[in-house]
């Protein structure tokens, strides 16, 4: 069987289907071949890390999606994938097209996405593609400060409001991008991630390891959860001059 399948590993994956470090590469016919044919047609876990499949590798499974195939997923891991912006456009393509409607968990970390690429994904849920959608980790990528404002303002518009955890560790994000992301929460944007916890607060957006400190998106969510001094609560977004400071210590999300 091609790269180390079997058609009982592939028939049996009913629910979950772990393909994680079979250097698939770029050539990923013997799974999007499955997927057409309808096998694991309810699966609702794929995991596809660390097989190198490049644009082409997710152009190819996107066209299987397309197609019909993963309706069901809820839960997409592609990290460690060398993913570029045209791989991550073509996933954002297939989202915008109205499939993976029911994906909770998508998982594109460690790649090589930028602002093209989480645009794409932005436009998606701008029409309501990630409507389900509660964690979306895009740590370890080459996101800078166009790609975030692209995210931010399609939270905004209430796109990302079932998000619960939204990870951009280590990327490219510079003060013009951690304003835009403190912008949105301010005006209520990521009203899932911003809710409080019912014993603790904690910061669920996770923005360790980038070029500039994360103290504005931080301040926006203490503002969010009541608990930032009145003057700073009453003044809106922008009016205020933060001086910048090193990022609190987060919590890791896999």
């Known amino acids: 069987a ?150 931010a303002a399609a939270a905004s518009c209430g796109s990302f409001a079932s998000v619960k955890y939204l990870v951009l560790e280590r990327n490219a994000i510079g003060e013009r991008g951690m304003r835009a992301l403190a912008g949105a929460i301010f005006c209520g944007a990521f009203a899932a991630a911003t809710a409080r916890c019912p014993n603790k607060m904690e910061h669920r957006i996770f923005l360790e390891c980038n070029p500039a400190p994360a103290k504005p998106v931080h301040e926006a969510l203490d503002a969010a959860w009541g608990s930032a001094p009145a003057e700073f609560r009453r003044a809106p977004w922008g009016r205020r001059n933060f001086s910048l400071v090193s990022a609190v210590g987060i919590v890791g999300f896999v």
């Not at 180390?4 to 028939?11: C, H, V, Y």
């Not at 990290?79 to 991550?88: R, S, T």
């Open 2 to 151: 091609p790269f180390g399948l079997t058609t009982d590993e592939i028939a049996h994956s009913s629910t979950s289907l772990d393909l994680s470090n079979r250097e698939l590469g770029a050539d990923v016919s013997g799974v999007c071949d499955a997927l057409r044919a309808g096998a694991m047609a309810g699966c609702r876990e794929v995991h596809l890390n660390g097989n190198a499949m490049k644009a082409a590798g997710v152009q190819a499974l996107c066209e299987a999606i397309s197609a019909g195939a993963l309706a069901h997923c809820t839960f997409l891991a592609l990290y460690k994938n060398q993913i570029d912006d045209v791989g991550a456009m073509a996933l954002g393509a297939v989202l915008r097209a109205g499939r993976l409607r029911a994906v909770k968990t998508l998982c594109l970390n460690s790649n090589e996405i930028g602002c093209a690429g989480v645009a794409a994904l932005a436009t998606a849920a701008r029409h309501g593609a990630l409507a389900s959608l509660e964690k979306l980790s895009l740590c370890s990528n080459a996101i800078g400060d166009a790609g975030i404002v692209e995210l």
